[in-house]
């Protein structure tokens, strides 16, 4: 298929904005409690959609599945797993170690890795001294640009909880709970990017499916079922362990709207992976390590720019809004500077 930066972009955007927006709804549940909408969102997102999406669009799907071998198989599925156990982890994380620094550890690893995991392993030989530069430069100001904007949402929780109530005590925790907790983060951060992961090391698949007759983009969705079937282990493990645990089951009997908002989020976030894969296609050989860098570009800005909408940041402070427009401004740059890297 001929590559073609422009749509790849593009895609990848509406990708990012799916993606940035899919929590969203989680702000308007009623009764559930999250365990009971990430039950449903888990087996929405990773199981009913991704096998909809294969069965609708790729042809011979498991005689391309049956072709191949075990290790082909295993690989996309294992790190899918690694991924599902990033998303339990990341919920903990950010109990431990508040939302700003878990966010700013897990999210920077998972970009700075998924990026250049991929370019490293697969397409090394195929990128030249001038792409090196503009695509490490890319990384390395996406980096900048998530902490600054974390660190600005840092500031404005702060800000919030001491305007809310009594002075809360914001000192360092214990060091041994603190280094434990940095540590977990760290741990999530290097498995986040598994999903991306499973993709770019699952193109076996793909190409098997295109063997069998199917155009390129259709190809890609033969990939997801198995990737996150393993991804769907941890999640639907944790969500029932917290259902037994909290003794929340009783709430799916409750007639809300929830139920319609945990689908939605699910639709939400299968659809944004669906077009991701779609516009690693477009972006060529480097669609995989480059467009997962776009890909949490556009998700990182899209979710702060909803924040921003919902109301937010109305009262944060000057210094917090200012980080926040320096953030957006250097993954502006990063974005450019990616592109540039791809062509």
């Known amino acids: 298929m001929t590559s073609s930066l422009p749509i790849g972009i593009a895609l990848t955007l509406l990708a990012g904005l799916m993606s940035g927006n899919c929590m969203l709804p989680l ?12 039950l449903v969102f888990s087996v929405v997102s990773l199981v009913l959609l991704p096998w909809a999406l294969a069965l609708g669009l ?33 919920g903990i994380s950010v109990v431990r170690l508040g939302l700003g620094l878990a966010y700013a550890i897990i999210v920077g690893l998972g970009a700075l890795l998924g990026t250049l995991v991929p370019l490293f392993v697969q397409h090394r030989s195929q990128v030249d001294e001038k792409a090196w530069i503009e695509i490490l430069a890319g990384v390395a100001v996406m980096i900048a640009g ?22 809360i005590d914001l000192s360092t925790p214990p060091s041994n709970k603190y280094l434990s ?38 190809a890609a969705y033969a990939v997801w079922p198995v990737g996150l079937a393993g ?18 089951w009783a709430r799916f009997k409750l007639d809300s709207p929830d ?21 690693s296609s477009y972006l ?20 702060t720019l909803s924040g ?35 062509q």
């Open 27 to 38: 702000k308007f549940n009623r009764r559930w409690k999250y365990e009971n909408t990430w």
């Open 58 to 90: 790729v042809g011979h799907l498991f005689e391309t599945y049956r072709s191949l071998s075990m290790f082909q198989i295993a690989v996309p599925f294992l790190f899918g797993i690694g991924w599902g156990i990033a998303e339990v982890l990341f």
């Open 146 to 167: 998530i902490a600054l904007s974390t660190r600005g949402g840092q500031i404005r929780e702060r800000h919030a909880i001491d305007g809310r109530g009594p002075k």
């Open 181 to 218: 907790a940095i540590l977990l983060a760290i741990l999530c951060g290097v498995m986040a990017p598994m999903l991306n992961f499973s993709f770019a090391f699952g193109q076996d698949i793909a190409h098997q499916a295109v063997r069998l007759g199917n155009t390129e983009l259709h």
């Open 231 to 248: 991804g769907f282990l941890p999640n639907i493990a944790y969500s029932l362990y917290l259902l037994q645990k909290n003794r929340t």
């Open 259 to 279: 139920m319609l908002l945990a689908i939605l989020m699910g639709a939400l976030w299968m659809g944004a992976f669906a077009l991701y894969g779609m516009s």
């Open 284 to 303: 060529g050989s480097l669609g995989t390590s480059i467009g997962w860098g776009l890909f949490q570009i556009f998700m990182i800005m899209t979710a």
């Open 308 to 342: 921003v909408v919902t109301g937010e940041w109305k009262r944060a402070p000057a210094s917090s809004r200012l980080l926040l427009t320096s953030g957006f401004a250097c993954l502006a740059v990063a974005t450019t500077l990616l592109a540039m890297g791809n």
